[in-house]
């Protein structure tokens, strides 16, 4: 690096050789501190200007990004500088800044401090790129630009050198943006953990060939986790790999997308960028991406147009479609990577599982994923099969003693000091490194880092007890405006600007705090950004103020992020109510959370989810004497109990209870009911039918007593569907009739769940009607269906899910091609947009669909649907009612080429268990059907007593009046017990009373397996 005064022939002549002397003596001075500050060597002085070296004598792997960082430094307080030559010498004092990497030859030349030097070819270069530095700037050689990641790079330009046939190109260097904080630090060397960066290194470098990994870095605060990390970046850049790096933060861990959004912004340097130009920047990255998918993208990276409207799809579907696009995306990417996710211990709920599912791919990636946490956190990122994890366990005496011994220095007057930090510091190395700054400040060590005298015999001091007691020492020491520069800066995160202190109304001092270590400074442009040096200073700053002065910061801070950014109010809103609750004003507090709920409604669940509940306890937590305090408390709870069935929230018992009470309270009629629904539709997927079918006639019951048509409309299919899985058809069929009653034609009429409940109304009046031996039900389906093709897609999957799987179940409809058209249909569209309930149950009707069919090739693959399927079911928690029917056909399909005893055993169980809890008479029928099949195939002894006993059963249960549906199975299954037992009379007549029944019924699916027996 060489660093040269503009025209400083022109200053000498007009402040004179004496004056020049002064100034160029304290230009050297700054330039000097700052070189050192980022590990270089100032070299010589070249009579008005500064050489300095990077990278040798200590061959640092980062050499280039340090120079460019200490090149933007120098400038910065050449600048302070200026200002007071200007005001004091009326002259314009400008340096010309600039860099070049190379072979050069080093080597003490001469004695003495600066006897160091280095020369050759390169360096010239060096000179004479500084020399077409513009004033004020830095110009960069195009192997210095090349080496330098995260540098912010002017156009190239063409330099002519003497001697040289080509021009040299060269590049004005911008700024640095964020990727290489570590550079910022002059670290302690590190000591110990030898085996732990072996281990990570060969997992690197399986990497980079190609087989990629998850690392899990563990261990307490303090104990080296973010070293170690910034070590393997350190490892991984000097092989030429990228590094992307998130933080997670403590007052972020309840704001959806935080962490995800963070590292993919990183991941697709879209950081520095304007809005316009970062989506050119995606879409030059993924360019055969579907425009659909990268609108959702750029909205999670919060660069969408505010022009484009998004998807109108549901947020399973954008969470399946942008975790696909994220891994076609880093399945295409060749060039290895690092990917590092620190303080996972604080992450989101909705990164969290995102990131989880994209760490499923990394094995088939080019990528090493680094993860780091305190040891309290037991989420999804910390069960990731087929992670490796570390846990970092305290440095050992002797290691502690060697980073104690590297940062005091050999001097004999801190041996003492050294046993007594080394006893205190228990090896956690930040408690060590808190100590000895503390130590420092406090006058007990006198001189510089890695060369201190103790002024203090050991016996005498004092150490702190603990790290946080260490950090707070050394804050009461500071000056009150960097104290509050420190408070109101831990108030807004682990990371913040000088501008937005400002805003605050603080006066930003900022040089002590970087200068004591309290925060570093991270990127270095016109705006910097300033960074907490480690999690626990931010921690004990928070909490050593004033509670009401926090609340204040908090306060104020939270109008701030509203008004600096108010088309972006909804995606902060949860980020704004998280400050507002911080500062006690609760009314405000819980309405940003409502709206953050409304805004995540359409692209998170889950995050609405962790909204509402917010919600919920800030309502709470409101003086009893608040007059909007109960109704606060009811709407929250009743989104939560609506959206229970939704997320596999648990609400039945206390939850529900305390809602009833407070809609009791109240007199809150509709509230109680969507909160019914809700958990109705909860009772059914847990297989809780008996609760189901109760609370089903309760929660119409009030539906009615409310008697709002909409909203009758609107709810009435949870109940309806209670009644459907537990075969009370007349209460289905009664109840679906007066939706389509009421709904009077209008598709949309009470469509706050559904997009159309008068399709589902159409379709579960069909069932009703063919299982009780109503006319009509063909034209229902047919209704159902027609609206179902224009409503939304969920109501589309659920309309084709209940017509096709219930109706090839019962043997109503046959799968035959068109049928299968369909389903495939309703399943692309519900993996485009609908939610994990819809596509799960356009599985299932597909995986139904095909083991009804007559190719073997057909079956197998039903078969592999249908046990996907309940995988899915048994792991989630949802459509437990159903999971034995598709249980029944699995086992079907997979005794055709497995084991058929164990096939009947499971046929069995599934239907013990129906019977068991009385709704033998829903999918118990074809379920019995399918045992009855299977025991009379084996024809081991025992096997038609058991089918007699099956079929029996099934005749016996108590059923609604005229449930022709059981009289149709019932004599089929009849008729084939008959033939088995040789009776070829009765065979006849149950055969032949099976087909006609079918055929007056019109059971499509009967009529086949009628005409196909003997
Ligand atoms: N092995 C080591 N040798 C030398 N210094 C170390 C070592 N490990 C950690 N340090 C230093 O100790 C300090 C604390 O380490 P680090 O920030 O990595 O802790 P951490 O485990 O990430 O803590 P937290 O959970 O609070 O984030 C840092 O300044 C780091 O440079
Ligand atoms: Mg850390």
């Known amino acids: 690096m060489f660093a040269d005064v503009v025209h400083s022939m022109d200053i000498a002549a007009a402040v004179g050789a004496e004056r020049l002397r002064e100034i160029m003596a304290e230009l050297v001075d700054i330039t000097t501190a700052v070189v050192k500050r980022y590990g270089g060597t100032v070299d010589k002085f070249t009579g008005d200007g500064i050489m300095a070296l990077f990278g040798a004598p200590t061959a640092l792997e980062d050499h280039a990004v340090r120079a460019c960082l200490a090149a933007l430094g120098v400038q910065q307080e050449a600048k302070r500088l200026a200002v007071d030559v200007q005001e004091r010498d009326g002259v314009d004092l400008q340096l010309r800044v600039g860099l070049n990497s190379g072979q050069v030859i080093a080597g003490e030349i001469g004695s003495g401090a600066l006897g160091y030097t280095a020369v050759g070819e390169q360096v010239g270069l060096a000179q004479r790129i500084e020399s077409v530095a513009p004033p004020g700037g830095v110009m960069l050689s195009e192997s210095t630009a090349r080496l330098a990641a995260g540098a912010v790079l002017g156009e190239p330009e063409l330099l002519r050198v003497k001697g040289a046939e080509e021009p040299v190109p060269v590049r004005r260097l911008l700024g640095m943006g964020e990727r290489h904080r570590a550079a910022w630090r002059a670290e302690s060397n590190l000591v110990g953990r030898h085996w732990e960066m072996a281990a990570v290194e060969g997992l690197l470098e399986r990497a980079i060939d190609g087989d990629g990994a998850v690392v899990e870095v563990g261990g307490s605060p303090g104990i080296g986790k973010s070293r170690l990390v910034r070590e393997v970046a350190a490892m991984a850049a000097a092989r030429s790999v990228d590094v992307f790096t998130a933080f997670c933060e403590s007052h972020a861990s309840d704001i959806p997308f935080y962490a995800v959004a963070r590292l993919l912004r990183a991941a697709t340097g879209v950081g520095d960028l304007d809005a316009s130009a970062a989506r050119a920047q995606v879409r030059a990255r993924v360019p055969d991406a579907d425009p659909e998918d990268l609108v959702l993208f750029e909205d999670l990276l919060g660069i969408a147009d505010p022009e484009a409207e998004l998807p109108k799809i549901d947020p399973d579907a954008r969470r399946r479609r942008l975790t696909a ?90 041996g003492g000091l050294t046993t007594t930090i080394v006893e205190r510091a228990a090896g956690n190395p930040f408690f060590v490194e808190e100590m000895v700054r503390e130590l420092a400040e406090r006058g007990v060590l006198r001189g510089n880092r890695s060369a201190y005298i103790s002024t203090v015999g050991a016996t005498e001091v ?7 007691a260490a950090i707070a020492a050394r804050i009461d020491r500071l000056s009150p405006a960097a104290k509050r520069t420190l408070s109101a800066a831990a108030v807004i995160g682990s990371r913040f600007d000088p501008g937005l202190l400002e805003t605050l109304g603080i006066e930003p001092v900022l040089k002590d705090l970087v200068g004591g270590e309290f925060i570093d400074q991270i ?22 103020q004033l509670k009401s002065d926090r609340a204040e910061l908090h306060r104020r801070l939270a109008a701030v992020i509203e008004a600096r950014s108010p088309a ?15 500062a006690g004003d609760l009314h405000a507090a819980y309405g940003w959370q409502m709206r953050a709920a409304a805004w995540a409604t359409n692209r998170d669940i889950a995050a609405a989810r962790l909204s509402w509940e917010r919600a919920r306890n800030i309502a709470d937590a409101l003086p009893t004497d608040d007059p909007n305090r109960a109704a606060m408390r009811i709407t929250p709870r009743t989104m939560l109990c609506g959206i229970a069935f939704r997320v596999q929230l648990n609400v039945a018992g206390a939850p529900f209870d305390e809602l009833r009470q407070l809609c009791t309270a109240t007199g809150d009629k509709a509230s109680l009911a969507i ?114 093709r224009s409503a939304d897609s969920l109501s589309f999957a659920a309309v084709v899910g209940w017509v096709y799987f219930a109706g090839i179940s019962f043997g109503v409809l046959a799968a035959d091609d ?51 399927v309940g995988e899915v079911f048994r792991c989630r928690g949802h459509n437990l009612c159903e999971l034995p029917i598709v249980d029944v056909y699995s086992a079907r399909e997979s005794a055709r080429s497995g084991d058929r005893d164990d096939a009947v055993r499971l046929i069995r169980a599934a239907v013990d268990h129906l019977f068991r809890d009385q709704h033998l008479l829903a999918w118990g029928i074809p379920a019995t059907g399918v045992l009855v099949e299977m025991l009379l195939d084996r024809g081991a002894a025992a096997d038609a007593a058991e089918a007699r006993a099956a079929i029996e059963r099934l005749a016996a249960a108590r059923a609604d009046e005229g449930l022709v549906m059981r009289e149709t199975w019932l004599l089929r299954l009849r008729a084939l017990l008959a033939r088995a037992h040789g009776d070829d009379t009765a065979y006849r007549d149950y055969r032949d009373r099976y087909r006609d029944m079918a055929r007056t019924l019109g059971f499509e699916g009967h009529i086949a397996s009628a005409e196909a027996m003997p």
């Open 325 to 414: 696009l994220v891994a076609a995306a880093s399945l295409a990417r060749r060039d290895p990577a690092v990917y590092v996710i620190e303080d996972v211990h604080w992450i989101d709920e909705v990164s969290e599982s995102m990131l989880a599912d994209f760490m499923a791919v990394t094995p088939q990636t080019p990528f090493l994923v680094l993860i780091t946490c305190r040891p309290e956190y037991r989420g999804a990122l910390s069960r990731v099969p087929g992670a490796q994890s570390i846990a970092l366990a305290p440095l050992s005496d002797s290691e502690t003693a060697a980073l104690v011994t590297d940062l005091l220095g050999p001097d004999s007057s801190v």
């Open 462 to 468: 004092s150490v702190p007890a603990t790290v946080q």
């Open 523 to 544: 990127t270095s442009t016109e705006e910097p950004e300033y960074l907490f040096h480690h999690p626990l200073i931010r921690t004990v700053a928070y909490e050593a």
């Open 568 to 582: 972006s109010a909804d995606e902060n809103a949860a980020l704004i109510a998280e400050h507002l609750e911080a």
């Open 675 to 788: 909160a019914m629904a809700g958990l109705v539709m909860d009772h059914v997927y847990r297989d809780r039918l008996r609760e189901a079918s109760q609370l089903a006639s309760d929660a119409m019951a009030l539906i009615e007593s409310v008697g709002d048509p909409t909203l009758t409309v609107g709810l009435s299919f949870a109940p309806t569907y209670a009644k459907v899985e537990s075969a009370e058809w007349s209460d289905a069929l009664q109840w679906s009739q007066r939706v389509i009653d009421l709904a009077d034609g209008d598709p949309a009429k009470g469509n706050f769940l559904f997009g159309s409940p008068l399709a589902i109304a159409f379709t579960n009046r069909a069932m009703a009607r063919y299982c009780l031996g109503r006319p009509g039900w063909r034209d229902d389906l047919n209704h159902g269906l027609a609206l179902a």
């Open 818 to 868: 068109p049928t299968v058209r369909e389903i495939e249909h309703a399943l692309r569209i519900a993996e485009r947009s609908g939610d994990d309930l819809a596509l799960a149950l356009a599985r299932m009707t597909l995986g139904t669909a095909l083991v009804h069919r007559p190719t073997a090739a057909q079956r197998d693959r039903g078969q592999k649907v249908l046990a996907e």
